[in-house]
Structure formats: structure tokens, C-alpha cells
């Protein structure tokens, strides 16, 4: 049965140069953005090809707007988040929004998404995979080796992570 979600994004505010990684291109981050920076840096990475134009510590910003749930391998997750790290400058942050869903589970969402503005966006998001875990549990474990969580809610199946990169000394 398809679930109905809200997600409220009107008061969200992010500042400097922001990373966009994602599957689909449906416009959020950018929306949110132009809201509250006249002159905005966003580059947007839709798949691996793509990876070489970006400078690594350039961004204080990465978002994941349901990215990592159309990843399938735990391995690449983990993959992205190390190169995530080393994008991100010394002060930089990742922002998370993604699906809380666990082995042997199902999800089958209309997602609208409440812009600044009064903006509306709609996303479908479907995930019949039973083998694939993308819950909050299984991203903290992933993030903590890089990034330092700052704040984490959850709400109707949706979670949202914001996380400080580590200041790592090699």
C-alpha cells in the first residue's frame, strides 16, 4: 500500500558551496539554496562519471536528498561517504535525508515536499528490495568513521541526518 509522507523543507537554510549528490535531479537543494544565497555554488553529481570535476576541500556542504537508498552494496555507500569526506572542506557538513528501511522490508512512498516560498515538490520513491538495508542505524554506522552527527530526527519512515566532517590527523 503506498504511503502518503510530508517532508517540510521551507525553513531549511544552508550557506556556501554545496555539493549535490543524487539519483534523480528534482530541484530541492536548489530551491533551498537560491532561498537564502544570491550567488550560489552547486555542483550536481548524478553518476560516477562525473566524480573528476569536483575539487576535493572545496565544499561546505553535501547533500544526500534519497541518495543512498538507490545504492545497493553497503561497500559503495561507504565508498561515497569517504569521498564525501575528502570533498567536504575542513569545516564542512553532510546533510542526509533518506528512507529508514531495514532487511526483509518494503516501502512504497509519495513523498511532497514543502519548499520556501510555499513551493511544492512531489517524489515517488519505490524499494522492493528485501536484501538491501538503508536504515538510520546502518548510515550512523557508516558515517561515524568521518563524520561526527550533530543532529538526527525521524519521522514517518524518513530520517534526516546533519554531521560535522572529523578532523582527522594521518
Known amino acids: 500500500m503506498k504511503k502518503e509522507l510530508l517532508l517540510n523543507l521551507e525553513n531549511e537554510e544552508f550557506r556556501g558551496n554545496t555539493l549535490d549528490i543524487g539519483i534523480n535531479n528534482t530541484g530541492v537543494i536548489y530551491n533551498i539554496l537560491k532561498n537564502f544565497n544570491k550567488d550560489i555554488e552547486v555542483e550536481y553529481i548524478s553518476d560516477k562519471g562525473e566524480e573528476e570535476k569536483i575539487a576535493k576541500g572545496f565544499y561546505d556542504n553535501c547533500m544526500l536528498f534519497f541518495t ?17 569526506f575528502n570533498y567536504l572542506n575542513e569545516d564542512g557538513y553532510i546533510y542526509i535525508w533518506d528512507i529508514d528501511k531495514g532487511y526483509r522490508k518494503i516501502v512504497d512512498y509519495n513523498i511532497k515536499i514543502n519548499l520556501p516560498h510555499k513551493k511544492i515538490r512531489e517524489m515517488y520513491l519505490r524499494d522492493i528490495n528485501i536484501l538491501k538495508d538503508n536504515s538510520k542505524n546502518s548510515t550512523c554506522n557508516i558515517l561515524k568513521d568521518y563524520f561526527i552527527i550533530e543532529d538526527m530526527k525521524e519521522n514517518d519512515g524518513v530520517y534526516y541526518i546533519k554531521a560535522k566532517k572529523k578532523k582527522i590527523e594521518l
Not at 543512498?68 to 564525501?84: A, G
Open 68 to 84: 543512498l537508498s538507490s545504492i545497493w552494496l553497503k561497500l559503495s555507500k561507504k565508498k561515497l561517504i569517504y569521498n564525501i
